[in-house]
């Protein structure tokens, strides 16, 4: 592993344009990713995440959305200004994605193997010209890759429809379609969420297996810490369009720093802990049509302090974690404000 970022956000917002006004959806949101790590963004519904990861391969529509400022690096290359082009010269075969229900991004009538074939030729286009596939080439790759996800029998699977096969196996084949391009980065959506846990599992066990056959880096975004920690080594947390953690998946589970994760942490059940001891966080994300000043938590965090009305800088707290709460801040400046 480098030190050095395949990706970096830096000071990413976007709003979108709606009749009720301007819903501020991303503020000011940073962090890398290292080539070769797995990175996780969990946070609840409407934190986002998952329109954070769209937005890195340009997936977000504009309008209704409105990038107000902001850079997201991939190799050096700004992928908010680069064109729509450039970027369809990248999705597949730089960065791929994969979404929570795999039905949903498989067309119904149509065979696996005319999906899978379709979308490899649609990636010869940006190959050079003595390494493109033909049909037959191409069909091939397809096989190998259905053996590469671990489809049973992949040749013939290559006939059935998506209704003929399981979720666990629908999503095996969106994951062979994502890595046929041979890409550097896999941003996984939600990718277990729609399977039973047994499946979840396999699924995420095999996404580990091929970050190391294909040299992936990994952006997984969760809503669920649990699954963020079988794969993940870094976490970032959001909360209300805002990054308010981000630290080694070790870290984070021994030592989080925001209340929020401090809460999310409280409210994951496991095997041993007693359902009493298990809590909600009270409280409902803020309205982000008018968001309040200062730290998005405070209305619903036990710690809160006059400080609070000030937008809270990350914090560097130790091991490379950073937290965006006044409660890290140095001693003299929480005496200052407060
Ligand atoms: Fe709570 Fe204040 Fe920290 Fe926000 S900045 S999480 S309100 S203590």
Redesign the pocket.
């Given at each position: 592993m480098t030190d050095q970022p395949l990706l970096s956000v830096r000071d990413f917002r976007l709003e979108f344009d709606t009749f009720d006004g301007v819903y501020r959806a991303i503020d000011g949101v940073n962090f890398d990713l290292i080539p070769g790590e797995s990175l996780g963004i969990v946070g609840e519904t409407g934190c986002g995440k998952s329109v954070t990861a769209k937005s890195i391969l340009g997936l977000v529509p504009t309008p209704p959305a409105r990038v107000v400022s902001g850079q997201i690096l991939y190799n050096g290359e700004d992928l908010l200004t680069v064109g729509e082009e450039r970027l369809r010269a990248l999705r597949g075969v730089e960065i791929a994605m994969i979404f929570q229900d795999p039905m949903t991004y498989l067309n119904p009538v149509f065979t696996i193997g005319q999906q899978l074939v379709d979308v490899i030729l649609a990636h010869q286009r940006w190959r050079p010209s003595e390494q493109r596939l033909n049909r037959a080439q191409a069909r091939d790759h397809a096989i190998d890759m259905l053996s590469r996800v671990h489809l049973p029998n992949p040749e013939r699977q290559l006939d059935a429809y998506p209704h003929q096969l399981s979720g666990g196996m629908r999503q095996r084949v969106l994951i062979a379609q994502a890595l046929s391009g041979n890409p550097r980065l896999l941003i996984a959506d939600e990718p277990t969420t729609a399977l039973d846990v047994t499946i979840q599992a396999q699924i995420l066990d095999l996404i580990a297996e091929l970050m190391g056959e294909f040299d992936l880096s990994v952006i997984l975004i969760s809503h669920d810490l649990g699954v963020v920690a079988s794969l993940c080594q870094r976490v970032v947390v959001m909360y209300a369009g805002q990054v308010v953690e981000d630290a080694s998946v070790t870290r984070l589970f021994s030592e989080p720093g925001?209340?929020y994760t401090q809460g999310l942490l409280k409210a994951v059940p496991h095997p041993g802990r007693a359902a009493s001891t298990l809590s909600g966080i009270p409280g409902t994300l803020p309205n982000l049509y008018d968001p309040p000043a200062g730290?998005r938590?405070?209305s619903r965090?036990a710690?809160?302090?006059p400080m609070?009305t000030t937008v809270?800088p990350l914090y560097a707290v130790a091991d490379g974690q950073r937290v965006a709460?006044?409660?890290h801040a140095p001693e003299a400046s929480r005496a200052g404000v407060a």
């Amino acid at each position: 592993m480098t030190d050095q970022p395949l990706l970096s956000v830096r000071d990413f917002r976007l709003e979108f344009d709606t009749f009720d006004g301007v819903y501020r959806a991303i503020d000011g949101v940073n962090f890398d990713l290292i080539p070769g790590e797995s990175l996780g963004i969990v946070g609840e519904t409407g934190c986002g995440k998952s329109v954070t990861a769209k937005s890195i391969l340009g997936l977000v529509p504009t309008p209704p959305a409105r990038v107000v400022s902001g850079q997201i690096l991939y190799n050096g290359e700004d992928l908010l200004t680069v064109g729509e082009e450039r970027l369809r010269a990248l999705r597949g075969v730089e960065i791929a994605m994969i979404f929570q229900d795999p039905m949903t991004y498989l067309n119904p009538v149509f065979t696996i193997g005319q999906q899978l074939v379709d979308v490899i030729l649609a990636h010869q286009r940006w190959r050079p010209s003595e390494q493109r596939l033909n049909r037959a080439q191409a069909r091939d790759h397809a096989i190998d890759m259905l053996s590469r996800v671990h489809l049973p029998n992949p040749e013939r699977q290559l006939d059935a429809y998506p209704h003929q096969l399981s979720g666990g196996m629908r999503q095996r084949v969106l994951i062979a379609q994502a890595l046929s391009g041979n890409p550097r980065l896999l941003i996984a959506d939600e990718p277990t969420t729609a399977l039973d846990v047994t499946i979840q599992a396999q699924i995420l066990d095999l996404i580990a297996e091929l970050m190391g056959e294909f040299d992936l880096s990994v952006i997984l975004i969760s809503h669920d810490l649990g699954v963020v920690a079988s794969l993940c080594q870094r976490v970032v947390v959001m909360y209300a369009g805002q990054v308010v953690e981000d630290a080694s998946v070790t870290r984070l589970f021994s030592e989080p720093g925001h209340p929020y994760t401090q809460g999310l942490l409280k409210a994951v059940p496991h095997p041993g802990r007693a359902a009493s001891t298990l809590s909600g966080i009270p409280g409902t994300l803020p309205n982000l049509y008018d968001p309040p000043a200062g730290c998005r938590f405070q209305s619903r965090c036990a710690h809160a302090m006059p400080m609070c009305t000030t937008v809270p800088p990350l914090y560097a707290v130790a091991d490379g974690q950073r937290v965006a709460c006044h409660l890290h801040a140095p001693e003299a400046s929480r005496a200052g404000v407060a």
